[in-house]
């Protein structure tokens, strides 16, 4: 794996914590998010995802800062950290790009698409090009199997790849050319961004994008074209 | 022959489907509010309605297990971890429907005495997750979430907790370790979640598909669900078709329809091919082969054939499909899934793959189908939960149906099949 610049850009460092204004927002943050939990230990995941949200990763700053927001030893916070594996221990890309490789998508093209792709990006699993832009990741099931080979950026589906077409949409991100998700908002998100959506503070996109698309209409068109519907409220009287 | 009845899948291809406006106003849970709280598990048990992530379990009669004036406080959690190899209905239905699953919400947690429901919804799926927190919103801000819901004097609050990449959180009691904060990992049972679940205290979990069906019930009656499907597997479900299909896609049908019959909607297996095997509810049901298109896909049709209806995950593939390579890889799934609590699961899922990498590269021997049976016959009821024993359904009934591929490998000191040719362009 190629040495990330990034590693030392994000705004902690091992150690010495994050910065005051960065601790406070993180903070303000942090206290919304465990007010909705009848236990302050169950916003232990969403913390997570917040932290990663700041540095791109589980940094240790970030599993510090976890543990005094919720009164827990720095060892409970890395114990569950490391279970996860959304939980990256080192600095993904600004776009973290999956191949699902489970049996079906495998089957069906997603073996010769990560062999491809990760040749043609120059790096593995979970690993991250040395400008910081994209990094891989061989993912199991995503449950978009209709779509099947499916992709995913940001954690946002890329429906129905190729080979080819996983090529160009690495290319287009590293040049900065705007990508939609096949079943998202128009514009995608980063690496960062998505993690705040995941600790729970939405970005305000969930009305972009169609409701369902492609395979997902499938039995719906058949249903409409047959005439078909479910029996009507009293029939069984 | 059997028909489409799309009840959940109905107003997907509305564009505004997701909002609330889409949707239209909680009829349902307006009804369930006024109703008595019994009156509402009396009508879902009367429905038949049977759990819809896998287990089958009644759902009505597991509300009942929740122990009524004990003063402490009860949880309704939502199981959205869908994760299971195959499994793609939860994900579509929430990014299209997610009020559904609200109101569902709702209905249930005043039936069971909540005031306090979680969805936990796995994390890699990111717009789901936005179009649950919007839903989420609307619904408060519409009255029908917070206190004095629709002036009942009913409260509940709703949260949208995202796991962080565990296949494991699916099961019931390691979702609630996660969701208290811990490494995801299953518990000991009994005590069963109705009695000690979240924070020790009565909890009900459900998947997605079983309460997204509640206002249904409730809107049109019980008799009006039982009215669809087979004697004990009422009601319909969102069947999953995928892979080596004409028209991979969600299919809303009553239980108890064929393969046969989903596939003549999909427009067949793709063209110039012909079907070999086939999961009916995902990788941990024991596979199926073509002798098995007309067995009704419901719980007791499927089960008296030795499999198991699941999540109606049909993961179909065809002739040019190498069964041993489709094993591996959900082996492989499997123990990268293990959580490595208990020894049999742990253990078993990694030397199943050590054997298998062999078998397929046609390095193994016919002693080593021998040890793969034994390994997963002592995973198998073995196991602390029932990862393990999903591990081993896959083993067992390839080796049963497919035995000479298998023994083809070795034959030959290579798989027999050409990759290439099971792919979406390889048939170009």
């Not at chain 1, 939405?202 to 479910?230: F, I, Q, Y």
């Amino acid at each position: 794996m190629s040495v990330n610049p990034k590693a030392q850009e994000g705004s902690a460092t091992a150690g010495t914590g994050y910065p005051p204004e960065v601790r406070e927002r993180l903070e303000r943050d942090a206290k919304e998010i465990i007010g909705r939990y009848p236990k302050t230990r169950s916003a232990l995941l969403p913390l997570l995802h917040l932290v990663q949200s700041e540095d791109g990763y589980v940094t240790d700053a970030g599993q510090e800062f976890c543990a005094e927001m919720l009164g827990l030893s720095k060892a409970e916070v890395v114990g569950v950290a490391t279970f996860y594996t959304m939980y990256k221990r080192r600095p993904m890309g600004d776009y973290h790009v999956g191949v699902c490789i489970n049996t079906l998508c495998a089957v069906m093209g997603g073996d010769q698409i990560w062999d491809e792709l990760s040749e043609y990006v120059g790096v593995g699993h979970d690993e991250t090009t040395p400008d910081g832009r994209i990094s891989l990741e061989r993912l199991e099931c995503n449950a978009a199997c209709d779509f099947a080979p499916v992709m995913m950026v940001n954690w946002e589906f890329f429906d129905n790849q190729t080979p080819a077409s996983a090529k160009q949409l690495v290319d287009d991100l590293r040049d900065g050319k705007e990508v939609s998700p096949s079943r998202g908002p128009k514009r995608l998100c980063s690496f960062k961004e998505a993690s705040r959506v995941l600790s729970g503070l939405p970005d305000g996109l969930a009305s972009d994008g169609p409701a369902a698309a492609g395979a997902s209409l499938e039995g719906l068109r058949v249903a409409k074209a047959n005439g078909w519907t479910a029996p009507a409220k009293g029939d069984d009287q | 022959m059997t028909t489409l009845t799309p009840v959940l899948t109905k107003n997907w291809d509305q564009p505004d489907a997701f909002t609330l406006q889409g949707y239209g106003e909680y009829a349902a849970a307006r009804k369930a509010l006024a109703m008595d709280p019994d009156a509402i598990i009396q009508a879902v048990k009367d429905s038949g309605l049977r759990g819809r992530g896998g287990a089958g379990f009644p759902t009505g009669l597991k509300w009942g297990f929740i122990p009524q004036g004990d003063g402490k406080p009860h949880y309704l959690v939502v199981n959205a971890d869908e994760s299971e190899p195959g499994t793609c209905k939860d994900i579509p239905l929430m990014m299209a429907n997610p009020h559904s699953l609200v109101e569902g919400i709702i209905i249930t947690s005043y039936a069971i005495r909540a005031n306090q429901a979680f969805i936990y919804v796995r994390g890699e799926v990111l717009h789901v997750i936005r179009r649950l927190h919007a839903a989420v919103r609307e619904a408060y801000e519409a009255g029908y979430l917070g206190t004095d819901i629709l002036g009942s004097g009913y409260d509940l609050d709703l949260v949208v907790h995202s796991g962080a990449g565990a296949y494991i959180c699916g099961e019931e009691t390691a979702l609630l370790d996660s969701l208290e904060g811990y490494r995801g990992q299953p518990r000991l049972k009994p005590p069963f979640p109705a009695v000690a679940g979240l924070y020790a205290c009565p909890t009900v979990i459900n998947n997605v598909e079983s309460i997204a069906s509640v206002p249904s019930i409730i809107d049109n009656g019980a008799g009006w669900f039982a009215g669809m499907g087979t004697e004990k597997s009422k009601g319909f479900g969102i069947f999953s078709l995928s892979g080596h299909v004409t028209r991979p896609g969600q299919y809303e049908a009553p239980l108890g329809i064929t393969l046969s019959e989903l596939l003549d909607m999909a427009g067949g297996i793709r063209a110039g091919h012909r079907i070999k095997f086939w999961t009916p509810g995902g990788s941990s049901t024991p596979i199926f082969t073509d002798e098995h298109l007309d067995v009704p896909l419901d719980f007791e049709a499927v089960g008296a054939k030795g499999s198991m209806l699941g999540t109606r995950a049909l993961q179909i593939f065809d002739e040019t499909t190498c069964v041993v390579r489709a094993v591996l890889r959900w082996t492989e799934f499997y123990a990268h899934e293990s959580c490595g609590k208990c020894t049999p699961c742990r253990e078993g899922t990694y030397w199943l793959k050590q054997v298998l990498k062999r078998l397929e590269k046609g390095q193994g021997t016919e002693e080593d189908l021998t040890t793969i049976t034994d390994i997963a016959d002592n995973i198998l009821g073995r196991s602390f939960c029932a990862l393990g024993d999903g591990a081993t359904s896959p083993i067992h009934s390839s080796v049963k149906y497919f035995r000479d591929e298998y023994l083809k490998h070795f034959e030959i000191g290579g798989c027999p099949f050409d990759p290439a040719a099971s792919t979406v362009w390889g048939d170009a």
